[in-house]
């Protein structure tokens, strides 16, 4: 059974970094064919891709909205998936989930996810 379990979420300085972390059971982080990354989800609107790996892990995926900002990174000797947030903005405000998929990703989209962690709560303040 796959589980995703993220850590890291919290409040932070508007301008301060975060660093979400996703651990890995069940699933094969190493395996280069899936993909993975963050999606999150403010309150009242849809969920959104953040960054991602897809195309057999050749290509990142990073919203507009977090370009040169924010950065995603793996380790697969623990089987552990990171998201590094700097310059952190109020838009930044959401539930983070951690996501993955059993399946080669043409895209970094929902519909290609399979499995997703519980989130973890981010909070910019002033």
């Known amino acids: 059974q796959v589980q995703l379990v993220e850590s890291g979420g919290g409040s932070v300085q508007a301008g301060g970094s975060l660093r979400l972390s996703c651990v890995a059971s069940?699933?094969?982080?190493?395996?280069?064919?899936?993909?993975m990354g963050w999606f999150r989800q403010a309150p009242g609107k849809e969920r959104e891709g953040v960054a991602g790996?897809?195309?057999?892990?050749?290509?990142?995926y990073y919203a507009d909205s977090v370009k040169g900002r924010f950065t995603i990174s793996r380790d697969n000797t623990k089987n552990t998936l990171y998201l590094k947030m700097n310059s952190r903005k109020h838009k930044d405000n959401a539930m983070y989930y951690c996501?993955?998929?059993?399946?080669?990703?043409?895209?970094?989209?929902?519909?290609?996810?399979?499995?997703w962690g519980q989130g973890t709560q981010v909070t910019v303040y002033s």
């Open positions: 790996f897809y195309l057999g892990g050749t290509r990142t």
């Open positions: 996501a993955a998929s059993l399946r080669y990703c043409y895209k970094f989209e929902h519909n290609d996810i399979d499995y």
């Open positions: 069940g699933y094969t982080f190493s395996s280069s064919k899936y993909c």
